[in-house]
């Protein structure tokens, strides 16, 4: 995100715009790709609420976050897209708010990949993540990321 500094992510995050809603969608290689038609969208309230259950020490991906989401709206899945987004915007509502932070850092993308669009960047999550006793490993030689080792280990239950 851009300009991080002159939004305010609280209010972006309790901006349910209609959420949570299904949309059916039509496309047939989007069908294929998702395994089903009904696509969930939960509001950003929501994934806070999911990311602020993380214990210490446990870890979860935004995968496994829309799988849960898709569960409980009884849908084929959840748009990746606002995952993301949502993900995002509560990690930088977190950051603005004094009280009642949430450990945004112990969500991971696909395959324990470190974000970089958090508060700080991969620096910063990864110090939060060794603080909390886990490993963090690179990957590549030239497109360098960052990941938790043996996250699987490690990935919460919802």
């Known amino acids: 995100m851009a300009n991080e500094q002159n939004k305010d992510f609280n209010a972006m995050m309790r901006d349910a715009k ?21 696509m969930y969208f ?35 899945f959840t748009d990746p897209l606002t995952a993301g987004i949502f993900v995002s915007i509560v990690a930088w509502a977190s ?32 110090e939060k993540l060794e603080a909390e006793g886990h490993i963090i490993i690179q990957r590549g030689r030239t497109n360098i990321r960052y990941y938790v080792e043996s996250f699987e280990n490690t990935l919460y239950s919802l």
Request: aromatic share 8%; no cysteine.
């Open 18 to 38: 209609g959420m949570p809603k299904i949309q059916i969608i039509t496309d047939p290689k989007s069908i294929e790709k998702y395994g089903g038609d009904r």
């Open 95 to 126: 950051e603005q708010r004094q009280e009642d932070k949430t450990p945004y850092w112990r969500t991971l993308k696909a395959d324990g990949e470190l974000n970089p669009k958090y508060p700080g960047g991969i620096q910063a999550q990864k």
């Open 42 to 76: 939960a509001p950003p309230l929501e994934y806070d609420r999911v990311m602020k259950s993380i214990p210490i020490g446990k870890v979860i991906t935004i995968g496994k976050i829309r799988e849960y989401f898709a569960r409980l709206g009884n849908a084929d």
